[in-house]
């Protein structure tokens, strides 16, 4: 059974991979029949995606400390 750190590395991967699809071929924003089809807000939403994935790969495994101070 993959971990929790292993199932996010894949998920980054997939990520990755979709970013360097869409910015291999970069399409305009464009309408088609009462559609519209805005590919640079895909990309951003693509990017904040792995911007969050990678924060929560850094929790998974990474130590951290908890620092509190009393008065």
């Known amino acids: 059974m993959a971990s929790r750190a292993d199932a996010l590395d894949a998920a980054i991967?997939?990520?990755?991979a979709r970013i360097q699809e869409v910015t291999?071929?970069?399409k305009p924003n464009y309408s088609l029949d009462?559609?519209?089809?805005s590919w640079g807000?895909?990309?951003?939403?693509?990017?904040d995606?792995?911007?969050?994935l990678?924060?929560?790969?850094?929790r998974a495994?990474?130590?951290?400390e908890v620092r509190s101070y009393g008065a």
Do not use: H, M
Not at 49 to 52: D, Y
Not at 54 to 58: D, F, G, H, L, V
């Open 49 to 52: 995606n792995l911007l969050a």
């Open 34 to 37: 009462g559609e519209d089809y």
């Open 13 to 16: 991967s997939n990520v990755i």
């Open 61 to 64: 495994e990474a130590p951290f």
């Open 41 to 47: 807000d895909y990309l951003q939403v693509l990017t």
């Open 54 to 58: 990678e924060q929560a790969r850094q």
């Open 24 to 26: 291999a071929s970069p």
